[in-house]
T-cell receptor, first 115, second 111 residues
Framework: KAGVTQTPRYLIKTRGQQVTLSCSPISGHRSVSWYQQTPGQGLQFLFEYFSETQRNKGNFPGRFSGRQFSNSRSEMNVSTLELGDSALYLC??????????????FGPGTRLTVL | DAKTTQPNSMESNEEEPVHLPCNHSTISGTDYIHWYRQLPSQGPEYVIHGLTSNVNNRMASLAIAEDRKSSTLILHRATLRDAAVYYCILSPSSGNTPLVFGKGTRLSVIA
């Protein structure tokens, strides 16, 4: 079974631009979560989608948004990029919603660099 | 959110057992204990989880204290490929709560 895939793997943008990252979950998984990882803040939760509905949202500004499609694929968008948005963006999928005993499967991440 | 405390770093010799501790003194009765690890330049990887009883799988063992205020991840024979950051995370069984990653323990394995 194929794992979680994320595209693109690397991205360079300039301040003020916007970016869209894509995540394809493991086949059959309906929950997709997004995380941001930086050296200073570590792994931080952005949001989770289950059956096309946002279930949870982390403490990030409104410039960060996401959505999930009927085939469970998910995208996240960051508008008006800032230097501090440079990070590894990770996507994770799980069969039922995350939490409790449910394990999550992570993708390799998208490395975003904002110049 | 219930918090966990882990040592910042640990070192092990190759082919030796490794015991990675985690304290979670404020754990609630229905919190699951999860362990994930992140190898260099990769996304986190699920290792093991448990509720009350000790657990074993092909990757590791999880020993949970009787009062559940601490747990230990056991790698039976460390290899160089086990060098990673190991995260201990509590997850309420009620669900609808995302994983909260702390700083984790950076494990170095010496050949």
């Amino acid at each position: 079974k194929a794992g979680v895939t994320q595209t693109p793997r690397y991205l360079i943008k300039t301040r003020g631009q916007q970016v869209t990252l894509s995540c394809s979950p493991i086949s059959g998984h309906r929950s997709v979560s997004w995380y941001q990882q930086t050296p200073g803040q570590g792994l931080q939760f952005l949001f989770e989608y289950f059956s096309e509905t946002q279930r949870n949202k982390g403490n990030f500004p409104g410039r960060f948004s996401g959505r999930q499609f009927s085939n469970s694929r998910s995208e996240m968008n960051v508008s008006t990029l800032e230097l501090g948005d440079s990070a590894l963006y990770l996507c994770a999928s799980s069969l039922p919603p995350s939490g409790g005993k449910n394990e999550q499967f992570f993708g390799p991440g998208t490395r975003l660099t904002v110049l | 959110d219930a918090k966990t405390t882990q040592p910042n770093s640990m070192e092990s010799n190759e082919e030796e057992p490794v015991h990675l501790p985690c304290n979670h003194s404020t754990i609630s009765g229905t919190d699951y204990i999860h362990w994930y690890r992140q190898l260099p330049s990769q996304g986190p990887e699920y290792v093991i989880h448990g509720l009350t009883s000790n657990v074993n799988n092909r990757m590791a063992s999880l020993a949970i204290a009787e009062d559940r205020k601490s747990s230990t991840l056991i790698l039976h024979r460390a290899t160089l490929r086990d060098a990673a950051v190991y995260y201990c995370i509590l997850s309420p069984s009620s669900g609808n709560t995302p994983l909260v990653f702390g700083k984790g323990t950076r494990l170095s394995v010496i050949a």
